[in-house]
């Protein structure tokens, strides 16, 4: 039996995947940046995990052969099976999660302590990363 990537990481959970992995990519590059240019790193690789996170949830995420493929409403499979749905809903929701978490961080940019944006940054990309999987949750 052949997996797909679709099956392995449900587009659902795709952008949630991309958002913690920016957390993590923010936290370590404040620790490894320079001063003087680890606040402009540390906005621009947030709103670049937003915006591919975006793209992702745009583009539908990745699809391999299964039923979510053919029919967006059925259930993803893997093992979040019972946990998440593929449907326009559940991407809108994420959209607008997204679209408000690039909001409030070009809001909020001037208003950052130069000396350690991380920690606004990294919290930002989580709490989106557990919107958006809360978005596309099946049951709470």
Aim: net charge negative; glycine share 14%; aromatic share 2%.
């Amino acid at each position: 039996m052949e997996l797909g990537l679709g099956q392995i990481f449900p587009s659902t959970a795709m952008p949630a995947l991309i958002l913690a992995g920016g957390a993590l990519v923010v936290l370590v590059v404040e620790l490894a940046a320079p001063a003087g240019r680890r606040a402009g790193l540390v906005l621009g690789l947030t709103a670049a995990a937003l915006v591919a996170a975006g793209l992702t949830v745009a583009a539908g995420g990745p699809s391999g052969p299964g039923p979510a493929a053919a029919d967006p409403g059925v259930t993803v499979p893997g093992p979040s099976a019972a946990r998440l749905v593929d449907d326009g809903v559940s991407r809108i929701a994420c959209g607008v999660v997204l679209a408000a978490a690039l909001v409030s961080l070009l809001i909020s940019a001037p208003a950052l302590d130069p000396g350690e944006p991380a920690a606004f940054s990294a919290l930002l990309l989580l709490a989106s990363a557990g919107m958006s999987l809360l978005a596309g949750a099946r049951t709470l």
